[in-house]
């Protein structure tokens, strides 16, 4: 498939113009692709439900009404989650959280699955909740689950480590929430979990891909050395929408 699309100008005259890729904007995507019956919409503003994920998708190039959108779609005073999106926010709103980040991709991962592993479902989310709280993976909410397949490992019955399956962008998927236990770290847990995820993935046709911090360099590293490579860096961010959400245009 081309990462180029023609667009026609005056009296034919054409010249090339890039095509985003849907890995430019994952969770708008998913919203709008294999996620679409989770997405809760105001005008052109997409997001999942509060207690599935954080993940809002602002449009590619959001305008004031689009920021007016998320405003009132999120209330006056509220934080917004804006992961992935690099430009400015509207006057009259508050950056609360910046982290860089990047973007990593299959680029020869060998995937397998795991005698071990198990597929977790809603019964094991208090443990799952309990074990993100320790380890600190990323966001991880009540019905998290329901975003893809999760699978861990247990030891005498605990659940030590655990990956799964989050953004569904069309034609991939995204692997996150990988953490273990410290008590069993340095037992290639994560790896394990990891390559069965990306299993799961490759058999249906999809690619995986993922994202971390960019200063987790141990984790960088650790995913280059699986197979993973560098697509593009990102962000992840969240705003404080106006108190008065007339200033929510800017």
């Not at 592993?117 to 380890?135: F, Q, S, Y």
């Not at 990891?194 to 046709?205: D, F, K, S, T």
Request: proline content about 10%.
């Amino acid at each position: 498939m081309s990462d180029r699309t023609r667009q026609p100008h005056d009296d034919a005259v054409y010249e090339d113009v890039p095509a985003p890729h849907v890995l430019d904007n994952p969770a708008f995507a998913s919203l709008t692709g294999p996620h679409a019956h989770f997405a809760e919409k105001r005008g052109r503003i997409l997001r999942y439900p509060v207690d599935v994920s954080p993940w809002l998708a602002l449009p590619n190039a959001p305008d004031a009404d689009d920021w007016a959108a998320v405003a009132a779609l999120a209330g006056p005073g509220a934080e917004v989650p804006l992961a992935g999106y690099m430009g400015r926010v509207p006057d009259g709103w508050e950056i609360t959280f910046h982290i860089e980040g990047v973007q990593l991709v299959d680029d020869g991962l060998a995937t397998a699955p795991d005698p071990e592993a198990v597929r977790l479902g809603p019964a094991d989310v208090p443990e799952i909740l309990d074990l993100i709280a320790r380890t600190q993976p990323g966001p991880f909410l009540p019905r998290t689950i329901e975003m893809g397949t999760y699978l861990g490992i247990r030891r005498e019955g605990a659940l030590v480590a655990m990956a799964g399956e989050r953004l569904h962008p069309p034609g991939w998927t995204e692997i996150s929430a990988v953490c273990t236990d410290p008590a069993v770290r340095g037992q290639g847990l994560a790896t394990r979990l990891v390559r069965a995820v990306a299993h799961g993935i490759r058999e249906r046709g999809e690619t995986p891909f993922l994202h971390t911090g960019a200063k987790n360099t141990n984790a960088i590293r650790l995913y280059e050395s699986l197979g993973f490579r560098l697509r593009r860096r990102t962000a992840f961010l969240a705003a404080r929408t106006p108190e008065r959400l007339a200033e929510a245009v800017s």
